[in-house]
């Protein structure tokens, strides 16, 4: 009896030292130059991508973290901070573009011991902070720590994916950073000068014992960052160094300086009860009851510290950040200028944040008031299959201001604007309609995508009211003799510390002959820019579609404006079309041809000299960048396969308003590639990509009411490879796996869009949409549980022990 007795109590001690638990944190905070540890009260040497609490700021204490609104974690009693570097991928002329995150982040608590422990596992005291790693090492050290850091190469072909550096092949599954922080604390300080020396790593592994230097046990931090470097797959022979392209925030092309961050914030008494009670080895963090977990969804995020573009493709690191390789220790070195900081920053949960709020200039934000209408709210549409505001309007851009005018031409006393540019008008407001919160609206408008357009779960809309006189400027056309076109209006909204003037040109009803002046030719373009170099005259909308994706407000209607704006949001590409309108790309379509001259001949409208000329009409002045190389890949719009998937056709969708596809996945680059990635981690057995960049697919096989189209109905380039067409309006360029051929079956449900997890929200896709039906609601409550079912497989994985 007492061998047994032994014996049983020896398995719950073993039970209980296997326990563990994950914090998951769905998406970055914020990505931006701060560390509150190394770089109190100021600009951080380089970017790092920071999840956690939202008061995190260039300087906090403790109890400033407590206070926190929100987490961008799942557990509402931790508002501590975790961050590490951001990662970029680097091209060959030595520009970068930021690789997306999956997720912001997947921390393990282990509470590991020893025999020889004096203490039992003990939460961290209140405002511990920690470091590991050094971001100026570029080769192995061999240490306690360099053990505790490694990349994890997921479904790479090799015998062992975990290496301490950049791996010099591709990652399918993802590019896994790993971090496990010191557990041995010296009992007595938080912190210290260089903030190691408090705290120290057991011998011989996590489960080793404490040195006496350091005897209290606290419990140990985990970090699991995973980084999306396989939709780069097709264009790493385009990288500086196409065995390895992707480099670290701090120049890190090794990925031996890979290091994190801990700022404590959490509440001490949960942390201790859940490191006593919670002894599950399942990793489930939904078994410890201590918890209170926020609902799935949830989101947190902040407005930024630092006034600097981080995110895109850059002609640089930010700061000062040579990219080395090794094996020497890179040197420390100051940049020339610091950016702006912000005076005020505010954390929100919804998808954008607070109308008037401080942000940068690439970032979208809600346009407060134009002519005589005020913004109200986000409020509901389609409440009980009811519009809010019953008549649609058609406008040329889809802006907000396009949509105003629209409203104030009908006389209407509300105006909405929804799904990327929608436009919806009345006298009155539906009683159904309520304000959601402007964070329910975060969809970015088709032709200016930093105003925020309405949302799309549920259907939302940006809410103006007449609130003055009549705009006078609205629907006046201007005599010009060089077109007629309707007035410029102007209207203010708030990006970064200053006031961006907004302009919308919205082309006259009626149609006129353009006669341009001066003549088109070189002599006509800028041809003296530092930056760019003018390249022809090409043929623009074609397909329906745009030969550059993006759209940038050129409010100075001059060539060297647009540039300026281009080269701030990191395109190789860009363009002037009729008059001064202004876009860009990575890439110019492949469709686009060129053009003469002489159909590049109008004069642009804001030189007041009359000597140079933007564009025409469907015809672009194209420049190329200097310092960003264009994408050259592939040589074929549609790819006849890739990987497992097959090219089948463009086929027809919203038939009878349902999709062909019920199901939505995030697009995370918007290429063919990142899309099928998608589908292939979803399950899906069909595959498809429309209006520039939705991700579309079904487990089963398409709808039975859609039919193949033409060609060029599916021939609207991707936004993020223009060289590539992803579908087009209602059309969707479809994919099957290799092995299972198309098959048509009637599709039972109407589902309008599944966007679990998604950041980045679909194009619109013209007014094509309905209420959901009974049937609909059932199968979106049915397709919500897929990340649920999706997170229980995950959880059933034998995770590995942590011995580094």
Partial sequence: MLSRSLALVALLAASSADAFWRLPCAQPLIVERADPIVNPGGVSGHVHTVSGASNFALSNTFENMRASECTSCLVKQDMSAYWTPQMYFQWANGSFSSVDQVGGGLIYYLPRNHSSDTTK?????????MLIGNPFLRSYSGSAMAQAIGWNCLGAPVTETRQPYLPPYNCPNGLRGELRFPSCWDGKNVDSSDHFSHMAYPTGG?????????????????????????PWK???????????????????????????DFLDGWDKTVLQE????????SGVIEYCKVFDLYDEGHTCAKTPDVNEIVLGTLPSLPGCNPVTLGPATATPCSASTTPAVFTNTTAYTGGAPPPGSQILANQPSVVQSFGAYSYQDCYSDLVGGVRALPNGLTTVNKTIEACINACDAKGYTYCGVEYH??????????????????????????????????????????????????????SKAVASTTTSKATTTTSKSTAATSTTTITTTTKAATTTTVSASPSASVSTKLTTSPDWTYSKCALDNINGA?????????????????????????????????????????????????LPASSCAMACSGDSTGKTTCGGSNALDVYISKTIA????PTTPNLATYRSWKYQNCYSDLVNNVRSLPLQLTNSNKTIEACLNACTTAGAKVCAL?????????????????????????????????????????????????????????????VRALIASTTTKPAALNNARTAPTTTTKAALRAARTIPAKIKAKRNQVNLRKREF
């Avoid at 790493?236 to 290091?259: E, I, K």
């Fill in 121 to 129: 596992v003990q939460a961290f005291p209140d405002g511990l902070r």
């Fill in 206 to 230: 996590e489960s080793g014992p404490c040195p006496t230097t350091h005897p209290v046990r606290l419990v140990t931090l985990f970090y699991e960052m995973m980084w999306s470097v396989d």
């Fill in 234 to 260: 097709g264009v790493r022979s385009q990288g500086l160094n196409a065995t390895q392209p992707f480099v670290l925030a701090m120049g890190d092309a090794s990925g031996y300086g890979y290091h994190g």
């Fill in 274 to 281: 859940a490191i006593d009670t919670c002894t599950s080895d």
């Fill in 421 to 474: 540019g929608e436009c919806w008008g009345s006298n009155t407001l539906g009683s159904q309609s309520t304000a959601l919160g402007y964070g329910s609206c975060d969809l970015s408008c088709i032709d200016n995508p930093l105003q925020y357009c309405g949302g799309s779960n549920p259907a939302a809309m940006e809410l103006y009211k007449r609130t003055g006189a009549a705009a006078s400027t609205t």
């Fill in 546 to 594: 745009r030969s550059l994706p993006y759209t940038l407000t050129n409010s100075a209607k001059t060539i060297s404006g647009c540039l300026a704006l281009c080269k701030t949001a990191g395109y190789a590409v860009c363009a002037l079309s009729y008059m001064g309108e202004c876009y860009g790309g990575a890439a110019l379509s492949s469709a686009s041809t060129t």
């Fill in 630 to 633: 264009p994408l050259t890949q």
């Fill in 690 to 750: 429309s209006y520039g960049s939705e991700c579309w697919y079904s487990t089963t096989t398409i709808s039975s009411a859609s039919t193949v189209l033409a060609a060029s109905r599916c021939g609207m380039p991707c936004r993020g490879n223009p060289l590539e067409w992803c579908g087009g309006s209602a059309a969707l360029s479809v994919y099957t796996l290799a092995s299972n051929p198309l098959a048509l079956v009637a599709s039972t449900t109407s």
